[in-house]
């Protein structure tokens, strides 16, 4: 594209130059498959990006074809409302930051933000030397370092669902509001190729013919992202936001290096001790792997706990009962009265040979005694 367009059009001005002034709302309507941006991928980072892309207040982008591109129905996230004591498992920390960027793209007007829950402190320790860091945002204001901090937070923890459907309730108003952005979903992307690069391999790299439209641009060295409904779309600028098996990372040649770390993550919701404040986030690392409990709300709180494969499975399969006992003891119990507990477990039928919580009060009651 880049050789094309410098031969034929402005051999001596830097692409970014024609970029802003060319684009592809003003071509013929032969070319309705070939957008300025193709987005791969409507989650959190795919639909945010194509809301900062087509905001109003973006002169860059303002008229430039936008294409998003989703495997899955997004109706039903779009729609999503909240219900009272109900949230779920899959959350994200946003940074201040963070929380800024999506007021700033407009997205945090769409958001429940009483569902958004900041938190100031952080306590942080090893499971087995007992070693620890505080982490208070009210001491940033000590140092000077304090502007942008809303409320002493920390960090905000947030429900997925609740951001990517303020998103996409975003991503409607700016397309109300001009933005030229299509969202094509409940497709799947078949293959990416760039034909130019194809056609040269075939001929041993000899002069290729380039398909030119009327405005001088050169779609052969466009990517081509083939759908499996048939259709094909040209990406002048092609992004990936597609997850790990990203099948826009496999043509861009970009590799991807991993490992299997013999662990499991249990992510479950708790409800607290009303009694308790819940704004603080508790996280505790076991020779197993690391425990975390963030605060969602007043009396809720998001489970992340990484261990090994045997221990999470045993975790997922025991009664409400004997769970909570378990996270209870993992923040305050040795590894080595852990262990005990983990064995009381039946791998086979997940019953437990004695009363977890029980045994639990009992061995903090002698630990306490020892002390």
């Known amino acids: 594209m ?48 194509a809301c900062s892309l087509g905001k109003k207040k973006n002169p860059t982008m303002q008229h430039h074809r936008i294409a998003l591109v989703e495997a899955m ?4 996230v779009k729609k999503w409302e909240p219900k009272q004591d109900n949230y779920s498992n899959r959350v994200v920390s946003l940074t201040p930051g963070s929380m800024g960027f ?10 429940h933000l009483d569902r958004a ?32 901090i809303e409320e002493d937070t920390i960090a905000y923890i947030v429900e997925n669902i609740n951001i990517q459907s303020a998103a996409l309730k975003r991503l409607d108003e700016c397309i109300q509001q001009g933005a030229q952005v299509d969202l094509i979903e409940q497709v799947k992307v078949d293959g ?5 690069e194809e056609n040269e391999k075939k001929k041993g ?23 499996d409904n048939g259709r094909t779309l040209k990406a002048r600028l092609l992004i ?79 009664s409400s009962k004997d769970f909570c006992s378990f996270i209870n003891a993992a923040y305050r119990m040795s590894n080595v009265d852990l262990k005990y507990l983990y064995k009381q477990i039946n791998p086979t039928t ?12 009992w061995r903090e009651d002698v630990a306490k005694k020892a002390l």
């Not at 990416?192 to 130019?196: A, D, G, K, Q, V």
């Not at 000899?206 to 050169?218: F, M, P, R, Y």
């Open 192 to 196: 990416i190729e760039r034909y130019l």
């Open 73 to 76: 129905d997004l109706s039903k």
């Open 240 to 318: 990936g936001a597609d997850g790990i098996n990203s099948p826009v990372r496999k043509f861009a040649y970009i590799d991807s290096l991993g490992w299997d770390y013999d662990a499991h993550g249990v992510v479950a919701t708790l409800k607290l001790d009303p009694e308790r404040p819940n704004d603080t986030a508790w996280q505790r690392f076991l020779p197993t792997g690391p425990i975390a409990l963030l605060p969602l709300s007043e009396n809720y709180a998001s489970l992340v706990w990484s261990t090994k494969p045997a221990i999470a499975k045993a975790l997922k399969n025991v």
């Open 2 to 49: 880049l050789r094309a367009i410098q031969r034929h059009s402005f051999s001596h001005r830097p692409f970014i130059h024609q970029f802003a002034k060319r684009n592809l709302a003003t071509v013929a309507k032969d070319l309705e498959n070939a957008y300025d941006v193709v987005i791969i991928g409507g989650g959190v980072a795919g639909v945010s990006l």
């Open 117 to 148: 829950n900041g938190y100031r402190d952080m306590q942080v320790w090893d499971g087995v030397t007992d070693a620890r860091i505080h982490l208070d945002s009210a001491l940033l204001k000590n140092y000077g370092v304090d502007k942008g």
């Open 102 to 111: 999506f007021k700033k793209i407009g997205v945090a007007n769409h958001m």
């Open 205 to 227: 790299h000899e002069h290729v013919k380039q398909d030119e439209n009327s405005a001088g641009l050169d779609l052969e060295d466009w990517p081509s992202v083939h759908l």
């Open 350 to 361: 997940f019953e437990t040979a004695c009363d977890i919580q029980e045994e639990y009060l």
